[in-house]
C-alpha cells in the first residue's frame, strides 16, 4: 500500500479528490494568494501561447465535456464567437481558439459580458471564462482578479454536471500520482461506505424448510429420472435372473422302477442301470449279515468317474485312478476317500423295486442304517 | 475425513476414474470425455440437436432397439435350439413354459419397431438434407445399415421353424435364383461355364449359397442362426460405431440451419 507505484485506481481517484478538496480549501480561505497553479497575467501573448499550460491546476477543469458544451452554447445560444456584432461578445475580435472559448463560455455563463480588453494571455482566458460561467465575476473585472476571485467557484462547479461533481480531472490524479512517487506518504482513501447489511440467515434450519427441501429434491426431474432408471434397470436384473432359472427340464424322473426283486439275485451286481441312470442294483448280505437289496451310485468318491464292477475280482474298480470298492460299497484300495453312496430303494405298492435317485446315504455318516436305504429281501 | 472423501482417495477409486469430482465445469466435461460409455456423447450439445420435431430422434430410438434386441436376443438364445427337432418346440415353450417368456415377444416386436424406426429415419435425413456433404459418406454407411437391419428381420424371420417362417425363407430365397450370373435361373448365368460345364448350378448358385442347401432345411436353420445371432450384429455393431464417430466428426447432428 505504501508503495507508489502500486497504487489502485480508486486509491488514484481518492487520493486526487483529497487533494482536489484541500486546494479547493486553501483558495477559499486565500482568495488573493497566486500559488504556481495560477501564474501571473503576463503581457506578451506570444509569450502566453509559448507557456505551458500551468502542471496542476485544480481550478483549470478544461475537460472535452466542458469544451463541447461550450462550442454548443456558443453555437446555439449567440452568434459565432468570431462575429464582431455581438452584443455579448467583446468588440474586438477575438485573435485564438481560446479567446472563442472563452467568450463562448462567457456567452454560457449569462454573464453580463466578457472582459472588454482583450486578453493577454491563455490564463486570462481561462479565468475570464471561469468567471462568467460561475456568475460571480463582474465584467469589467481584469481576468488575473477574475482568476482568484472566480477560482473557488469555477472549481467547485467545474465540471458541466452536478452528477460529476466530485470527479477528479485527470490531472489531479496525475497531480497525486507525482506526489505519491516524490516520497510524500499516499493519504490512503477512507474505507468505502458500509454496505447496507443484509438481512442475516437464520443460524437454524426450521422443520418446515427442510421437509420441503427434502420433498423439493426428491419431486426434482433428476431425482424422478435416475430412480426411475434404477427402477427399471433392477427389475430387468431380476426378470433376467429369473428367465434364467428354467421352468422345465429334459431330465429323466429320480424315481424309476427298477423290476421286482427276484430280478436281482442274492450276490450279484446288476450293471443294468448304470448306463441309463447311473445306479448299481446289488443285492449282497455282506455289509451287515441281513440280505438286502441296495442301490450304490456309480460315482467314484474320488472325482466323479465311474467304476466297473469287477465280477471276477468281485470290486468295483474306477479306471481314472484305481480306486477300489468291496460289492458293499465300502473303499478299500486307491484315492478314494469314501464309500460309495447309497440311493434310496423301497418296494413300491406293486411290488416292484422303486429307487429314489433324490435321496442319498452316505456310510461314514451311519445312514446307511435308514431302512430308506435298502430293501431286506426275506 | 468423510467416507466419501475416503473413498474418492482410495486407490481403487482412483484407478477407476481418473478425475476428481465434477464440482466445477472443467471437471464436468472431463467426467464425459474419461468415461468409454459417456464419451459417445458429446460433451455439449448445441440447441438445435436436441429439437425433436426435426430429429425426431429416430436413430437414437433405432439404437436403443438394437440394444434391446441385443439383450432380449442373447437372453433367447439360451432357451433355443436351431434343429429340427427342437426350434420349433423351444420357441412354444417360451410362451408357454418359461416364465417371462414374454422376452420373445419383446424381441419381435422390436425388430418390427426396428425396421420402422430405421427407415423413418432415414426418411429424416433425406427430408433435412443431412446427407449432403460433408455427410454424404455417413449416409452410405446408413444405407448398409439399413440393409443388414433388413437382414437381421430376414435371418430371424426363419429360427421359429413354424409354417409362415418356413414358407417365408422358401419364397424369399427364391429371388436369389433370378441373380444375375450367380443365380441359376438368372441372366448371363450361361457365361460362367468351363468346357460345357456350368458353374451355376442349382447346387451352386447363390440361393444354394444362402440356404445350405436345395431347399429350406436345418442346414437353413443352422445357417440362419449364426447370420441372425452373431455374424450380422457383429458388422452391424461395428457400422454403428462408424456411424456415430462420422456424426461427430461431421460437424455433430444436423439440426435447423
Known amino acids: ?378 | 475425513m468423510s467416507v466419501s472423501e475416503y473413498i474418492r482417495k482410495s486407490q481403487l477409486w482412483r484407478s477407476v476414474f481418473r478425475h476428481p469430482a465434477p464440482y466445477d465445469r472443467r471437471n464436468r466435461a472431463v467426467v464425459v470425455l474419461t468415461n468409454f460409455f459417456l464419451h459417445l456423447h458429446p460433451v455439449s450439445v448445441q440447441k438445435g440437436g436436441i429439437a425433436l420435431s426435426y430429429t425426431w430422434c429416430m436413430g437414437g430410438i433405432t439404437f436403443f432397439l438394437f440394444l434391446a434386441e441385443t439383450l432380449t436376443g442373447v437372453l433367447l438364445m439360451f432357451y433355443y435350439r436351431p434343429t429340427l427337432e427342437w426350434a420349433f418346440t423351444d420357441i412354444r415353450a417360451l410362451r408357454d413354459v418359461n416364465t417371462l417368456g414374454i422376452m420373445r415377444e419383446i424381441h419381435r416386436w422390436g425388430a418390427h419397431a426396428m425396421v420402422i424406426t430405421v427407415w423413418l429415419h432415414m426418411y429424416r435425413v433425406f427430408l433435412t438434407g443431412s446427407y449432403k456433404p460433408p455427410r454424404e459418406f455417413n449416409w452410405v454407411i446408413g444405407v448398409l445399415l439399413l440393409v443388414l437391419t433388413l437382414l437381421l428381420s430376414f435371418t430371424g424371420y426363419l429360427l421359429p421353424w413354424d409354417q409362415l417362417a418356413i414358407w417365408a425363407i422358401t419364397v424369399g430365397s427364391n429371388m436369389a435364383r433370378a441373380t444375375p450370373f450367380l443365380g441359376h435361373e438368372g441372366p448371363g448365368f450361361q457365361l460362367l461355364n468351363v468346357g460345357g460345364y456350368d458353374l451355376i448350378t442349382q447346387a451352386s448358385d447363390a440361393r444354394f449359397l444362402l440356404l445350405g442347401a436345395r431347399t429350406v432345411g436345418e442346414e437353413t436353420l443352422n445357417r440362419f442362426y449364426i447370420m441372425h445371432c452373431v455374424a450380422i450384429p457383429i458388422v452391424v455393431s461395428l457400422l454403428i460405431a462408424i456411424h456415430f464417430w462420422r456424426v461427430r466428426k461431421d460437424g455433430g447432428i444436423s439440426q435447423p440451419l
Open chain 1, 1 to 378: 500500500m505504501t508503495e507508489p507505484k502500486k497504487l489502485t485506481t480508486a486509491e488514484i481517484l481518492a487520493l486526487a479528490r483529497q487533494k482536489k478538496a484541500e486546494s479547493d480549501a486553501a483558495q477559499s480561505n486565500e482568495p488573493s494568494a497566486s500559488p504556481p497553479e495560477s501564474p501571473p497575467a503576463q503581457d506578451s501573448p506570444v509569450a502566453s501561447e509559448s507557456a505551458a499550460p500551468p502542471p496542476s491546476p485544480p481550478q483549470t477543469p478544461k475537460t472535452t465535456a466542458e469544451i463541447l458544451a461550450a462550442a454548443r452554447a456558443a453555437k446555439g445560444t449567440t452568434p459565432p464567437a468570431s462575429t464582431p456584432a455581438t452584443p455579448t461578445a467583446p468588440a474586438s475580435t477575438p485573435k485564438s481558439t481560446a479567446e472563442i472559448l472563452a467568450a463562448a463560455r462567457a456567452a454560457k455563463g449569462s454573464a453580463p459580458a466578457a472582459p472588454a480588453e482583450q486578453p493577454k494571455s491563455t490564463a486570462d482566458i481561462l479565468a475570464a471564462a471561469r468567471a462568467a460561467k460561475g456568475g460571480t465575476a463582474t465584467p469589467s473585472t481584469p481576468a488575473s482578479e477574475a482568476s482568484a476571485a472566480g477560482a473557488p467557484a469555477a472549481a467547485s462547479s467545474a465540471p458541466s454536471s452536478e452528477a460529476f461533481k466530485d470527479r477528479p480531472d485527470i490531472k489531479e490524479m496525475v497531480a497525486a500520482v507525482k506526489a505519491a512517487h516524490e516520497g510524500k506518504p499516499p493519504v490512503l482513501p477512507k474505507p468505502a461506505p458500509a454496505l447496507p447489511k443484509l438481512p442475516e440467515k437464520d443460524k437454524g434450519v426450521s422443520r418446515r424448510s427442510a421437509i420441503q427441501g427434502i420433498v423439493t429434491l426428491l419431486m426434482s426431474p433428476f431425482i424422478v429420472a435416475w430412480v426411475a432408471m434404477g427402477a427399471i434397470a433392477g427389475a430387468w436384473t431380476l426378470g433376467i435372473a429369473r428367465f434364467m432359472m428354467p421352468n422345465m427340464v429334459l431330465e429323466l424322473p429320480s424315481k424309476f422302477k427298477v423290476g421286482p426283486p427276484s430280478d436281482f439275485p442274492p450276490g450279484t451286481v446288476s450293471e443294468k442301470f448304470k448306463a441309463s441312470r447311473g445306479v448299481y442294483i446289488v443285492h449282497s448280505s455282506q455289509y451287515d449279515g441281513r440280505d438286502l437289496i441296495y442301490g450304490l451310485l456309480s460315482v467314484c468318491t474320488h472325482l466323479g468317474c465311474t467304476p466297473n464292477w469287477l465280477e471276477g475280482e468281485q470290486k468295483f474298480k474306477c479306471p481314472c485312478h484305481g480306486s477300489g470298492f468291496y460289492i458293499t460299497g465300502i473303499n478299500f484300495e486307491g484315492p478314494a476317500p469314501r464309500p460309495l453312496e447309497r440311493v434310496g430303494l423301497r418296494r413300491a405298492e406293486d411290488g416292484m423295486l422303486e429307487v429314489d435317485k433324490s435321496l442319498k446315504f452316505q456310510e461314514e455318516l451311519g445312514q446307511w442304517a435308514d431302512p430308506k436305504s435298502y430293501y431286506v429281501n426275506s
